[in-house]
């Protein structure tokens, strides 16, 4: 099956502690981006990568950090900087970033705060 | 003001009904636009994209585009249960940047 997977569903920090959401696709994408959705919001851009070993701050960029070292993957990591981490994740990708691209979603990561 | 904004919910329609969500957005020279649903935990799924003005069918789902109005909405007609979910309107205005709304809950009662 071809598609993107995030893991894990579910995941909980302790103050101070980095933890680092996995994002995966086997549909060939150059794109992959990472947003975050707060109860009763929209999605806010937090990092993208248009091509491997290259990428982008989105908008609220500050206390995250990725990578992408392979085409397949781009883990995001939350930083104890990132002092309101609380939020449901969620990793799409694209064929290309073109501006008619459609992103297609993972199925999240909910990080909650112990 | 904020850049893509939906109006107001939430929106409770009868089944059977006409649903119309609508979408403004402030960048003029913004290129694509995305209609996702969105059910209570899950993450979203493309409904339509439009790009070019007037209006673009698909099944019980319209999308209607006028740029020089900035407006962007989706009609769903019918109006079934399973359509009850959160709509986001996301408009594309540079490379690999979407932005979106925060979202127009709709309600499809039997």
């Known amino acids: 099956d071809g598609g993107i997977t995030q893991s894990p569903k579910y995941l909980f920090r302790k103050e101070g502690q980095n933890v680092t959401l996995s994002c995966e696709q086997n549909l060939n994408h150059d794109a992959m981006y990472w947003y975050r959705q707060d109860p009763g919001q929209g999605l806010r851009l937090i990092y993208y990568?248009?091509?491997?070993?290259?990428?982008q701050k989105g908008d609220i960029a500050e206390g995250y950090s990725v990578s992408r070292e392979k085409k397949e993957s781009f883990p995001l990591t939350v930083t104890s900087a990132q002092k309101n981490p609380t939020a449901f994740y969620l990793c799409?990708?694209?064929?290309?970033?073109?501006?008619?691209?459609?992103?297609?979603f993972g199925p999240g990561t909910r990080l909650l705060v112990l | 003001q904020k850049e893509v904004e939906q109006n107001s919910g939430p929106l409770s329609v009868p089944e059977g009904a006409i649903a119309s969500l609508n979408c403004t957005y402030s960048d003029r020279v913004s290129q694509s636009f995305f209609w996702y649903r969105q059910y209570s935990g899950k993450s979203p799924e493309l409904i339509m994209s439009i790009y070019s003005n007037g209006d673009k069918e698909d099944g019980r789902f319209t999308a209607q585009l006028n740029k020089a109005s900035q407006y962007v909405s989706l009609l769903i007609r019918d109006s079934q249960p399973s359509d009850s979910a959160t709509y986001l309107c996301a408009v594309s205005t540079s490379y690999g940047k979407l932005t979106f709304g925060q979202g127009t809950i709709l309600t499809v009662h039997p």
């Open positions: 799409a990708s694209s064929s290309t970033s073109g501006l008619q691209e459609t992103q297609y």
């Open positions: 990568s248009q091509i491997v070993n290259d990428f």
